[in-house]
């Protein structure tokens, strides 16, 4: 059985070490001192001034958008290409999302039809990194300054991703992290919001512990997004391990690349210019070839192999979004066609050579 992916996990002992002062502290959460640590050691391995932990990176998201106080029924331009977890941070929030297509290159948002979809109730533009591939972050910056909107990337996939040697979470006004078990950094649950403002932080870390600013004041109708000792403590764990894990990672996709890049009716999307990869995801994309996506999807799964058709269905075409307004799969036709061709391969640190050789060697059969 091969999942498509497997959590990086420390040796056991080493955890022990590390949450064994609990014991002695009996302080399990709130803020306690491996929260701080793990804040600390990531605000310098992102190279980012302020890192605010979350219980998950999807309540990151949803506080971050609701730390911008937008106006009841603004508009979000955002991709469908994504996790759902981006299009339900938007609804939750009140706000409504409008779709923009993706270009076929890299898969992020096209750049090239922004403008076209801003309104009058336009507020912000939500893109995400997927699978760690870097949006045109330059034309959206001057897109939003042209238009006075706010960027708030979804950076779920691109942990540890530099672009131009500046680190992807500096982009925009806020970037939103997952550190999901299944991520390539991971706090088994987990999130963060990258920022540099001051003030966004105070908002943040109050919204994500009931709208306390202090012991006897609430300010903000906040909700409960805090994260454990034993999350932060796996995180502190998990980042003392990271880069050889990004280096195993590496190997992988190269041997995938060796494998599958020359075959007639496969796309892999090559490496992006100017980019650091963290190697978390291979994305293919059957288009011609002698089996469709699906075909070798059960393919795979026949001999115990699980790939992901991830993103299928794109988040404007899943039921809860049938009736909504702006979710029109038909506007954002790359999206679709790709979500109907894309599959993503088992990719994790620890999966060995020979088996990704079985996985090319069923798919090429
Ligand atoms: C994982 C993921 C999320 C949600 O993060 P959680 O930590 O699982 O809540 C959001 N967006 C994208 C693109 C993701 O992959």
Redo the contacts with the bound molecule.
Sequence with gaps: MINVTRSSMPDFDEYCDEIKELWDSHWLTNMGKKHKQLEASLEKFLDCPHVVLHT??????ENVIAAMNFQKGGEVITTPF??V??TH?IVRNNLVPVFCDINPEDFTIDVSKIEKLITKKTVAIIP?H?YGKICDVEAIEAIAKKHNLKVIY?A??AFAVKYKSVSAVNFGDAS?L???A??VFNTI???AVCCHDDDLVTTLNNLKNFGFHGPESVTYIGGNAKMSEFQAAMGICNLRHLREEIAKRKKVVERYNERLVSISGIRIAGPQKNVESNFAYYPVIFDGFKKTRDEVFAELCAEGITARKYFYPITNNFECYRDYPTAKPDKTPVARYLGDRVLTLPLYADLALNDVDRICNIILR
């Design positions: 998950n990176g999807h309540l990151a998201l994504t996790f977890s981006t941070a995400v997927v979804d779920a996939h939103m997952s550190f999901h299944t991520k649950e987990g999130g």
